[in-house]
């Protein structure tokens, strides 16, 4: 066994895994991953070996027979295998994307899957050190941000790389040294494919230029590693000052705070935040990113922004509304017609004399008559209010001039007596029949809704 070989896959196997863990390998048939089972059945680690398939379907014939080869190697060492066969040039087509792409996020869903299944925290992967300089020259090409130039690492979540910092001529001699079976891909010569033209043109052009261009691009992905940890912790420390959670799915921004960073900060921001709040399914493009920069600063008081059918992301007045899973507003329908407690869709509200209490979240009322008749409903257009010591005015005006988003207003639980609208929880307005404190006439009114009270919260109504 070449010595380089030996020492790196030592180091990284006996710090990354513990003695009898279950560990899932990504198997194409082809050397690298071949290679990777070989050290791993022999590592003194003895490890409980579980393997995986991926057939892209692309080569016809010479994709089932790679997987014939997986099968005869898996019984051969007594090695459970899963297999998973998908038509990546039909799905690539469905999609609207590159064969490339479209083959890494279904490979990526059945490997988690399957590592889930059989209770594995780990999927190794054969990726290699030309494999980093193939991947980084290939994002370099396309345009990247400095976090996607990073590459690969030895250990990303649930993926483990023990062979990366490995160069592909050591792999070759491990490979011919043990005598490993392998096949060959011959997808992995058709230079339509980018990183086969890269590996095959770019990657020898440069290495004549720069003969220790492994070192280099160690190097250099080591620097763009700490600038990006640097970023990576100044935009989580800015998420927790910035961004206010109502519930699970729905989270509010305020754009006064938002807008004085810079654009770097605020594209960042909802990059990072985005993308480790929405499915992996879900792709948040850079122009994605730039519209929501736009809408954040705009004069509008008030836009939408639909990311997917079920992400939605609102601007209301000096806030950005973010609900990641669209729901219908809850509907009230609630008639009181004598003291006590109600409850409807998370909204509680109890009705009591109140004397003697204080407690400013308890609103008197003294109405014309004794009898209490009382509807609880959301908002409809043409509502009016009638102010203390003032006119009647429509309730979309009051909320205009109150400056409250219309992702809210829908929200808030309308109160209305015999037809006339006394009292809408959360707007802070003082109306005909209220009054400061309790009384031998009055009514408290104890209104709560915890999602509610986050959101009138952060948005500080």
């Known amino acids: 066994m070449t010595q380089a070989l030996y020492q790196n896959i030592s180091f990284n196997l006996n710090k990354f895994l513990k003695p009898n863990q279950v560990v899932l390998v990504g198997l194409s048939g082809g050397e690298d991953s071949s290679v990777l089972l070989d050290v791993l059945l022999k590592a003194e680690l003895n490890l409980d070996i579980h393997v995986c398939h991926f057939n892209h ?65 780990v999927v190794c992967l054969g990726h290699h050190n030309n494999d980093q300089i193939e991947t980084f020259l290939m994002r370099l090409i396309r345009g990247s941000s400095l976090k996607g130039l990073s590459s ?48 095959k043109n770019l990657v020898p052009f440069i290495f004549k230029m720069n003969p220790n261009f492994n070192e280099t691009i160690k190097n250099t992905l080591g620097h763009i590693s700490e600038q990006n940890s640097f970023v990576m912790n100044h935009v989580e420390l800015l998420q927790r000052k910035l961004i206010k959670q109502v519930n699970n799915s729905d989270f ?26 929405v499915s992996k399914d879900v792709f948040v493009s850079f122009k994605n990113i730039n519209d929501l920069v736009s809408l954040a600063s705009s004069k509008s008081a008030s836009a939408k922004f639909f ?22 507003n809850d509907k009230y329908d609630i008639k009181i017609n004598s003291l006590g407690s109600w409850e409807d869709n998370n909204l509680v509200i109890k009705i009591n004399k109140y004397e003697n209490v204080n407690n400013s979240s308890i609103k008197f ?8 008749d009382i509807k609880v409903r959301n908002f409809k257009n043409g509502d009016r209010l009638r102010l203390k010591n003032s006119h009647e005015k429509k309730l979309q005006d009051i909320f205009t001039d109150n400056k ?40 408290g009114i104890l209104t709560y809704s915890k999602n509610l009270e986050k959101l009138i919260s952060a948005i500080s109504l």
């Open 404 to 443: 409250v988003p219309q992702f809210i207003r829908s929200k808030l639980p309308v109160f209305e007596t015999k037809g006339q609208v006394f009292y809408i929880y959360g707007l802070d307005v003082v109306t005909e029949y209220m009054t400061d404190n309790a009384s031998n006439t009055s009514v």
């Open 252 to 277: 509010i921004i305020p754009l006064k705070k938002f807008n004085k960073l810079s654009l770097f900060e605020r594209r960042e921001l909802l990059f990072s935040f985005l993308n480790k709040k």
């Open 365 to 372: 009322f003294d109405f014309p008559s004794n009898e209490i």
């Open 57 to 121: 379907m692309l080569r016809e014939k010479d994709s089932n027979d790679d997987q014939g080869f997986v099968e005869d190697v898996c019984k051969k060492y007594n090695l459970p295998l899963y297999i998973k066969m998908l038509d990546i040039k039909r799905a690539a087509k469905f999609l609207k994307r590159g064969i490339e792409e479209t083959s890494r996020l279904y490979r990526r869903k059945f490997f988690e899957k399957t590592a889930l299944n059989i209770n594995s925290s």
């Open 152 to 199: 690969m690492s030895i250990i990303d979540g649930l993926y483990f790389r023990p062979l990366l910092e490995i160069p592909k001529t050591e792999i070759q001699k491990y490979s011919k040294e043990f005598n490993v079976s392998w096949v060959e891909d011959k997808t992995n010569t058709d230079e339509k494919y980018t990183r086969n033209n890269i590996r």
């Open 307 to 328: 990311l997917t059918k079920q992400i939605q992301i609102q601007k209301g007045y000096d806030f950005l509304f973010i609900q990641l899973n669209i729901k219908k």
